[in-house]
């Protein structure tokens, strides 16, 4: 549904988005009518003083506008439950509504400053009455008044939070403009684009600096939240599209991926656990994923052992005793380095060097003494902080500086940060003093999420320095490195990525196809908006309790009519009525003022956002879901470790696990129930 316009505003809400939280609101109300007409009924006596017919008067007056709120409200949520997403027809008396209920809610604030003042001015007159239960009565009426002040502040807050400040959307589309538009030249269209993007830049920026207030304010970090701000303007770019419909189009997704059958992927060829070196292949990526998981220390330790883990740590902690010369930007009591500790079981020698500097472009990494790989492994942490999710959407390439190679591009945040791990080990001469006691053995680069993709950068520059390095990559975004760079790197780097893990499927492409999939969703679905969310939150609840429920789906329109009602041409355009234009709400306007995400791209002039095609590094072993539905909170479930292409990650797949299947201790189990099964069978 578009963005609702109301008050002469634009909202970041729909009119079909008024549902639950009018429910909420009407009970509330409710419950707050039969609070005071209680209270009323319990304090009559203490009423009948003379000083309370004021407060009586004021009691009536609330019950009054309550009950006014209470019938709006009502009519409210029935007129937004009406027609479909893209249907808004039914539901036009709802800015009407709304309307009315800011002119309520206005008479709502101005009653409660009267009563704010009459509650606690004649808090000074108590002591001098001698009305019973009068003193309880102003009491409860402070109280109720304090809370009442509580909720306008909330009402306010959700109010500037949801108004767009871009001001940038129109209620319909009017075709006559349009048709104007198509016979004009593109001078005037291309400059009216280039604003619109500019402004929506402009908006993503200053959220991104009141988020990281408290982050520097250097060329550094300015330059990245300019790019992540041009990122989200040109992801967002002319989508008729507010959250709650991306919500619904996941769950519509979803549910025609519940019923369609998966296959595996051509390219996909399993494990043969059979040949000792497949085998050991896979033990090694078991292994060294410890130290992937070892950086994100003390969190992820407590939250991998939620009962005894604070215990644990206490018992390694050093509070006030000074840092050791290896252990870099810990805070006082050294809970990360504890934490490492814990999540290793390695003794104080074998962690060589960590460094707990957390900045965009700059993630916490650690050097750490294998002696029963014999190797000396360099792990980086993944995504942790605010700062890491800015370093993740800085998604333009870069060219490497890797010799013989200047063709190769790589992911520019993953990139900056890997050049200063390098330069940091070079500053300390990390590496050449971990090899000087321990020559014999091999370098190794591990990381999890962000700091896989930085561990295989890293890997790419220090290749040359060590031939026999090996890098193991977990959960690695999809963005990372062009086509020439990840053919390289299939000789020295091994991916690993479980079922159907988002961030692994993720790159510019992925996005373009997965909005084009949700806005086809949402125009072809004949429910309502409620009930696809309401749908969509049984199916989960009944799926985390091992039962398979699912609703039905059923298509409102062919593609032939939404083509011809949200792309007209000239001919088309002379046939449209303008009750079709209400009616029929494209979700994507395809008309030539606007363009489509790849459109707007191209159309920039930042080069660097041209959708270049990135790929993981190295061979790929796949875990895959090959079980029946489990409980998530009780099931076991069941996997087979595939070696996969590039193209098996080319598109998102909606699921419930695509977020928790990137999670590192998921992987960890994942990995260990792979190899257990296949110990079981070998015996």
Known sequence: MPPLVACGRTWGIGSDDLVFPGIISLLVRVLWL?????????????????????????SSTVIFMLVLTILIEAFIIGFSARGTIVKAKLRKPVINLLHLRMVVFALEIMLLIVGTVFAFKTQREVSKLECSNFHDTVLITQVVVVISWFVVFLITSLILLYLDPCHCYSSKVDYSILKKHINETGTMEQAAIKHLRHLRQSVWENRLRVVCCCAGSDDAHQMAYREVAELFANLFYKRNLVVSDIAAGLVLLQQKANKSEESFDCETIPLNFQEPKERQVFRDCLHYLNYALATYSWPLFVYMNF?????ALCSKLRCSQNAKGYIVDDNWCHCYYAGMQNLTGLDENDIFWASFENDIYRVPFAVFLDRECQSVVVAIRGTLSFHDIVTDLTMSTDPMQVPGHPDFLAHRG??????????????????????????????????????????CVLSILLHSRYPDLHCYCYSSTNALLNEAAAKYTETFITSVTLGKDLIARLNVHSALTLMEEIIGALETCKKPKYRILLEGGLETLCKCFGRVVSFESSQQRTSLDIERLSDPGEESLQELNPEDSIEFIPLLQRDSSSLRLHEAISGSEDSSYLPVSLFPAGKIIHIMDTGPLQACCCGQRQFEARWAGHSSFNRVIVSPEMI???FPDVLLNAMKTVLNQHTTEAE
């Open 34 to 58: 039969v609070g005071i007409a209680i209270g009323l009924a319990h304090f009559r006596d203490a009423l009948l003083c003379e000083p309370a017919h004021l407060l009586l008067g004021f």
């Open 307 to 311: 009962l005894c883990g604070c215990c």
């Open 414 to 455: 993953m990139l900056k940060t890997a050049t200063w791990i390098l330069e940091r080990l070079d500053e300390q001469e990390i590496l050449q003093r971990a090899f000087s006691s321990v020559p014999d053995y091999r370098l190794v680069v591990v990381g999890h999420s962000l700091g896989s993709g930085c561990a």
């Open 660 to 662: 928790g299947d990137h």
